[in-house]
């Protein structure tokens, strides 16, 4: 899915709003919107705050307010406190509660203005009408009296949790028991807890759970403050003879120099199929465990991101084939980290479905509107290791969002004739391996995105359950191989043999490329022959056709049209644009009823829905490539066909337009789409990434029903199938097309299915110099991958030199290996040519201290996967500058599986100002095409 600061926002807005709209007409006090980036060490983006403030110098005493004084804690009192600590050995644990003000019931009546609403499709304010108020029944920031209300509420649980308040001090309050101590002083929202460890931990949980909170550390006479939660990576599991738990302990005991704090410090042990623990660390400590020869890598837990009734059909991968191997793709089973799934989709019925494959060795978690698995979704388990952060969503596998019930059913949903988005689309929709089965890692959660600490975990549990492929539809900044959760899980699962593929990205620009490690299959994605079109028509005949996702069919033949300009309110006295229509710019009297045409693209379909418009045309200067879905019948046109609908509306008297159903013509296809996360890559600069592309625009498959379609809470469209765009889209396509390939090879490895599926990919229609940096190898062919007559394989071993090649030293390399045994990059054969790995394409990054003179040399080794006698034959086409010699230019294969080196050499030189250099190695016996895209990329800075 496309996400962008404005979905943040606007998510973060419904949290504060949730509890106090209630319209009345009255004259209200003012607010302000303030919205805040919250950053970490890294100046890196993990929290998107909005709060709401009201205007407190415009409340009137006795009236607005009365008794306003909230008692806080002062710096003697303080001082006091910190003292006890150091002299009686106490504990202390600092506790921010998040939008504290709202916990306060009001006792008094206030209105205030309708606060702006930011929605979940567009970056823009939308206003409601300037005539409605609500009165305000919990406290906001800046009233007059909202420390005291808050304040009100803390002291009534603290004292019916038996704590008692202090005389003298009353923002101290005091908790004794025979043993335990603890007492609790108060500053604003904030709360510093200070006494014995058994205390202070029934005390945090019993607040934690009333309130939600923000947990600093707990602190004590050692100075322990600021700890902050890291991943311990340890390389591979030690001996069954050692119990990793208890060697975790043990590290953290001597790194900490306390037992009973590196026991209370410790969150997670990952011990099923790779080494590592979670733990909430100092930096020293961190640093003490990095220096430890036991210990790969040391890095904090950070936040990442979520990156088909036709596109099965596109890709020429039929529902029912004789040449299908059901038996096996039945036994297959797919792992998807995402955000759960909706178990009562019609895509998960297991009717037909026969027991799980023995070799599954997983669980199925139930809860919270998740009442258990069946034999098509045979596991489903959620990850929420992080202590101290509020996990938005519900705490079971169920699928709050939409994004993992949608990914799953494109691998492997099961087929459901007759769906589609209330008649768009309509058709059958199912997986590309509707038999395989699916387990299910619930790791994104709402708000909370998806975090290192459990996408990790999720690795180390579907390695361990059995599966054979995994699914990831999210990604983050491309970090070192030891410092990524996600590399450093799918490097495990690839040395077990399982496939693992990953979305590249969603922000569509040059060299944002992620999940980057040569052992995953990076997925870019690209459009389908199937477009979205809503055609609008005028009064005067005129038709015009626009984009949107438009489910709507029109009751009338013909509604009033109005321009924003035409429709805005004259006695407005805010600095709103009524020709963009923003809300309280509009007269709503002039907007009832009719279709509004407004200059700009954003939220205008929500303020029409709230003003009970009956349309939005919204311009764009370039229409997207993706449709977003309106609240009510809209769709965005292009600028210049919004001036003819102006110069309509204003030369007749009662112009009038209809907005029809969208509908789905045929288009060119397949073209990268413009929001897929281009290359270059910088972690690996010889390895082109992404690899390859899959559908991923506008593609119909399972939904929740609990979510509304647009995600808006007053969009009433609650369906079992959604259309939704992204490379999280692309990526399960990719997945679903591995499976397919391991269906009829089930012996290959992971190495081999991604030789297969990029040296037969479809290559893109209008393509351009950089296209292979957008798209790899092309758009995936299943059918074509099954016999690609060729593979360049790669064994554990070979990664393992190119890591030595890249820099990582002898240390490392033996962790990640384990066993007893001291390895060396030396015991490992050194990795030949520029590239040093044995990958299906060649790319060569050049930079100013090059001379940008090119001169590389590709060392490859291919294997045969055909059957009797075969001669292939090199050729090189679409040379663009660069002169390639293959040596030698023939390879002959006697037998199956055998083997046959040869290598590439590229020189040349790039033409003034020209970045992208491109070149195809295309191995042709008459039966078969195996092709190799060589690329050169010039940094001109």
Known sequence: ??????????????????????????????????????????????????????????????????????????????????????????????????????????????????????????????????????????????????????????????????YVNNELCPCVFIKKSHSDFAKVAVYVDDMNL????????????????????????????????????????????????????????????????????????????????????????????????????????????????????????????????????????????????????YMQAPSFNDKGYGPPPTKWKGKCMKGANFTGCNNKVIGAKYFKLETGRPYWGTHSPVDDDGHGTHTSSIIAGAAVKGASVYGVAKGTARGGVSLSRIAVYKVCWITTGCLDVDILAAFDEAIANGVDLISVSLGGHSRSFLDNPIAIGSFHAMKKGIFVSCAAGNDGLP??????????????????????????????????????????SPKKLMYPLISGTLAANLSNDENDNGSACDAWALDANKVVGRIVYCQGFGTQDSTMHKLRGAGTLMTRYELDDYAYSPIIPGTEILVQDGIKIEKYINSTKNPTAVIYKTRTPSTTAPIVASFSSRGPQHMHPNILKPDISAPGVNILAAYPKIQSITGYSDDRRHNVFNMLSGTSMSCPHVTAAAAYVKSFHPDWSPAAIKSALMTTATPMKNETADTQLATGAGQVNPKKAVHPG???????????????????????????????????????????????????????????????????????????????????????????????????????FTKLHQKRSFKVVVTGRPAMNETVMHALLQWDDSKHNVKSHIVVYTHLN
């Not at 509890?19 to 929290?47: C, S």
């Not at 050692?222 to 902050?228: F, I, L, T, Y």
Request: proline share 4%; glycine share 6%; charged share 25%.
């Open 1 to 162: 899915m496309i996400v962008d600061d404005a979905l943040s926002y606007a998510v973060a807005i419904e949290i504060m709003l949730s509890d106090v709209l209630t319209p009345l007409h009255v004259k209200p006090i003012g607010y302000k919107w303030v919205f805040v980036w919250k950053r970490n060490e890294k100046n890196e983006i993990v929290r998107y705050k909005a709060r709401l403030v009201a205007q407190g110098f415009s409340q009137r005493p006795r009236i607005d307010h009365d008794e306003t004084y909230s008692p806080d804690v002062d710096v003697i009192t303080f001082r006091y406190l910190i003292s006890l600590v150091v002299s009686k050995k106490l504990s202390v644990q600092l506790m921010d509660v998040v939008t504290a003000y709202l916990y306060g019931d009001l006792d008094t009546e206030i209105y205030m203005k309708v606060p702006e609403r930011l929605t979940l499709t567009g970056s823009n304010i939308s206003k409601p009408q300037n005539t409605l108020s609500i009165r305000l029944r919990r406290s906001l920031y800046n009233l007059k009296q909202s420390g005291r209300m808050w304040y009100n509420r803390l002291s009534e649980y603290l004292t019916s949790h038996g």
């Open 194 to 341: 200070i006494g014995t460890p058994e205390e202070l931990k029934r005390t945090t949980a019993h607040l934690n759970t009333y309130f939600v909170a923000t947990l600093g550390e707990r602190t004590g006479q050692n100075g322990d403050d600021g700890r902050k939660t890291y991943i311990v990576y340890m390389g591979e599991l030690p001996g069954p003879e050692i119990s990793a738990m208890s060697g975790h302990h043990n590290l953290l005991a001597e790194a900490i120099g306390d037992v009973k704090v590196a026991r209370e410090s410790i969150i997670h042990s990952y011990g099923r199929t790779f080494n590592g623990f979670v733990a909430r660390l100092l930096p020293h400590e961190a640093q003490a465990l990095s220096d430890d020869d036991s210990v790969v890598s040391v890095f904090p837990n950070t936040v990442r991101k979520l990156h088909t009734t036709r596109s099965w059909d596109f890709l020429e991968l039929p529902l029912k084939s004789k040449k299908r191997n059901s038996q096996i793709e039945s036994n297959i089973i797919v792992g998807v980290l995402d955000t759960g799934i």
């Open 511 to 552: 060299a944002s490329v992620e999940n980057v490690a040569p052992w995953v299959m990076t997925v870019a994605a690209n459009t389908i022959d199937r477009q979205l079109q809503t055609v609008v028509k005028l009064g005067n005949g005129q038709r015009i056709s626009g984009n949107s996702l438009n489910t709507y």
């Open 790 to 892: 060729l593979v360049y394989d790669i064994t554990p071993d070979d990664y393992i030199s190119f890591l030595c090649k890249e820099g990582f030293n002898d240390t490392d390399i033996g962790k990640l290996i384990g066993d007893k045994k001291k390895y060396k990059c030396s015991d490992f054969k050194h990795p030949r040519g520029t590239d040093g790995l044995n990958y299906p394409s060649m790319h060569l990054q050049l930079f100013p201290k090059d001379n940008y003179g090119v001169s590389a040399v590709f060392h490859r080794r291919v294997t045969h996967v055909g059957f009797g006698n075969s001669v292939y034959k090199a050729k090189v086409t679409n040379l663009n500058g660069l002169r390639v010699k293959v040596i030698p230019s023939t390879l002959t």
